[in-house]
């Protein structure tokens, strides 16, 4: 992602409609361009929400080699990088059992 003019953040979303897990690695530090989760679930009709209905749970800074597993059906977004800066991540999306070996954002 880079620099949006006049946008703080893009849309809350899901990724998918079934139950997953999203992995991001992130290969580059910037600031700003933070990932958001929110507490909020996904309704099962709406693949969108307005940031200004939910509820933060964590935003995670994005730091080089750095790499963060959460809950998929729990809205996300992301703030936009500041200008002349490009945010370089990896999303994969997967399904299964956790098995407690990652921090669910509760």
């Known amino acids: 992602t880079t620099h949006i003019p006049n946008s703080e953040q893009n849309d809350p979303h899901v990724d998918h409609e079934y139950q997953h897990y ?13 990932t958001i989760v929110y507490n909020e679930k996904f309704d099962g009709v709406n693949w969108f929400q ?16 750095k790499g963060i597993i959460f809950n998929g059906m729990n809205y996300h977004a992301n703030n936009f990088c500041k200008e002349n800066q490009w945010r370089f ?4 999306t997967f399904t299964g059992t956790h098995h407690g070996w990652y921090k669910d954002y509760r």
């Not at 999203?22 to 933070?34: A, C, P």
């Open 22 to 34: 999203n992995f991001l690695y992130y290969f580059n530090t910037v600031e700003q361009g933070e």
């Open 50 to 65: 307005n940031s200004e209905k939910l509820s933060v749970k964590q935003k995670i800074n994005p730091a080089k080699n």
């Open 89 to 92: 991540v990896m999303v994969v």
